[in-house]
């Protein structure tokens, strides 16, 4: 069974910008969440999806956007991009919300 | 809100020898706990886990228990291996947060050969 994946892996983008990032859970999952890892503020949880419905979502600005698709596919926005916006980005997916979640390799974004 | 605590690192072991990390954790309801692990450059792998207190998870030699009356899961292992280097962050999932995982701040292994 393939794992979770995430596309692109590397991503450079100038300040002010928006960037789109995508993830495809393992297949039969319905769960997507994704979260920003970076150096100084470690793991934050950004938003989790539910067949095609945000469940729950973290403390992240509105420049923070996500969405599902029927395919249990989901992408997240982020508008207007900001120095502080460099981190690395992981997507996990799970059967539902109480299951195990599988992370994929994440989308390292840079903002100069 | 919920949140755990590891302890500092980074942690720089020989080989064989025992790994003790430490966990502790504050939430509101009975939270699920996890162990995950990072290896450079990849994503997070989930290594064990417990749902209830006392439960004990377990893999790969890797063991911790779930201390309810301590609000602890520590993480131990009797024989660290070189392969075992990598980024480890203890993390917990309220049953009311759905699928939301709250991780510590992880901390970094280091095995000599």
């Known amino acids: 069974k393939a794992g979770v994946t995430q596309t692109p892996r590397y991503l450079i983008k100038t300040r002010g910008q928006q960037v789109t990032l995508s993830c495809s859970p393992i297949?039969?999952?319905?769960?997507v969440s994704w979260y920003q890892q970076t150096p100084g503020q470690g793991l934050q949880f950004l938003f989790e999806y539910f067949s095609e419905t945000q469940r729950n979502k973290g403390n992240f600005p509105g420049r923070f956007s996500g969405r599902q698709f029927s395919n249990s596919r989901s992408e997240m926005n982020v508008s207007t991009l900001e120095l502080g916006d460099s981190a690395l980005y992981l997507c996990?997916?799970?059967?539902?919300?109480?299951?195990?979640?599988?992370f994929g390799p994440g989308t390292r974004l840079t903002v100069t | 809100g919920d949140s755990v605590t590891q302890m500092e690192g980074p942690v720089t072991l020989s080989e064989e020898a025992f790994l003790t990390i430490n966990c502790t954790y504050t939430?509101?309801?009975?939270?699920?706990l996890f162990w995950y692990v990072q290896y450079p450059g990849e994503g997070l792998q989930l290594l064990l886990k417990a749902t209830k207190a006392d439960d004990k998870g377990s893999n790969k030699g890797f063991e911790a228990t779930y201390r309810k009356e301590t609000t602890s899961f520590h993480l131990e292992k009797g024989s660290v291996q070189v392969s075992d280097s990598a980024v480890y962050f203890c993390a917990l999932s309220d049953p009311g947060a759905n699928s939301k995982l709250t991780f510590g701040k992880g901390i970094t292994l280091s095995v000599r050969p």
């Open positions: 996990a997916s799970s059967l539902a919300g109480l299951y195990e979640q599988y």
């Open positions: 297949s039969g999952h319905r769960s």
């Open positions: 939430a509101t309801g009975y939270p699920s």
